[in-house]
């Protein structure tokens, strides 16, 4: 995700496809960027529609589309062994990503939404993006479902971690050890951090923001503008849209996403470069669990 933009960006990964990605064990890890300068940059990328844009690190992330059938496989894991113990688990109901996984990294830049929305989600996301809440776990259940009391139920062992852990287990089967398991989120992070305090990227900023202050908007940079906390209630007013429609302009009319991505590009491959053999262990993990997610989804239904 995009840090600073997260606010509107939402995410739809859950708290058990995190919990997944971080379950080999980790250690103290370097500093990423250690010893490394400001990569060289080329010709600007035909960045385009960022819907379908990717970035070096990509291949070692779990993206939206890669989300939905890891979240199918552990429910349907769990709810068979909550099975086994005399309880009902209902499948949660299937929420679509607002985005796509950069769709809004580098802040608002479809001026049609713009002129609608302003800053926010459409009506749609925001109304897809709502989930209905699930009718709770009785205490016996939640107990079962993670394994947080007793070890026995109904004569059954309760599986280590309950069945939350074990449906972790069968899907984490054929992966061998991770030495830096959350190394590319590490990264990305950080290219994303950098690559806003690169010469480059500041300077286009700036140019930005001189195209902004023409149109009547001071900001020095997007995140101050999407941020704004005159944002506020139920919907964008007048001021919000206006702004948000000289933004997406101005940022078109300085190059700024093509200059930010290319810039990020670049971070990204120097860090894939200096990172190859663990980044290779990760992406064979997330191809093994998306490889037994999708047998499992097969099997179980």
């Known amino acids: 995700m995009n840090p600073p933009l997260r606010r509107l960006a939402r995410g739809v ?30 010709a600007l990328l035909p960045v385009g529609d960022l819907r379908t844009f990717s970035l070096p690190l990509d ?47 580098y802040g608002l830049i479809d001026a049609a939404a713009a002129a609608v929305d302003g800053y926010r989600p459409s009506k749609a996301i925001a109304a897809g993006g709502r989930k209905p809440e699930r009718a709770p776990f009785s205490a016996a259940a939640q107990a079962v479902v993670t394994g947080n009391g007793p070890k026995v139920h109904n004569g059954l062992a309760v599986p280590d971690g309950g069945c939350m852990g074990e449906a972790r287990r069968r899907l984490e089967e054929g992966i061998g050890k991770v030495s830096q398991p959350d190394l590319a989120e590490q990264l990305s992070r950080d290219s994303y951090a950098r690559s806003q305090e690169d010469d480059r990227v500041v300077q286009a900023f700036g140019r930005w923001s001189e195209c902004m202050s023409r149109a009547g908007f001071d900001y020095t940079d997007p995140h101050q503008a999407i941020n704004d906390p005159g944002w506020q209630g139920d919907r964008p007013g007048e001021r919000e849209i206006a702004t948000a429609l000289a933004d997406a302009r101005c940022k078109k009319e300085v190059d700024l996403v093509a200059i930010w991505a290319t810039v990020e590009t670049a971070y990204q491959q120097q860090a894939v470069q200096r990172h190859g053999e663990a980044l290779r262990e990760i992406a064979q993990a997330l191809q093994t669990r998306l490889t037994n997610a999708a047998r499992i989804v097969v099997e179980l239904g």
Not at 14 to 25: D, H, I, S
Not at 69 to 96: K, N, Y
């Open 59 to 105: 291949p070692y992330l779990i993206g939206p589309d890669q989300t939905r059938p890891i979240s199918q496989a552990t429910e349907a894991l769990a709810r068979s062994c909550m099975l086994r113990f005399g309880f009902d688990m209902p499948p949660s109901p299937v929420i679509p990503a607002p985005y796509t996984r950069h769709e809004r990294r």
């Open 13 to 42: 990964a859950g708290a058990v496809v995190f919990a997944l990605l971080g379950t080999a064990a980790g250690c103290a890890q370097e500093d990423p960027a250690a010893g490394q300068g400001a990569p060289p940059i080329g």
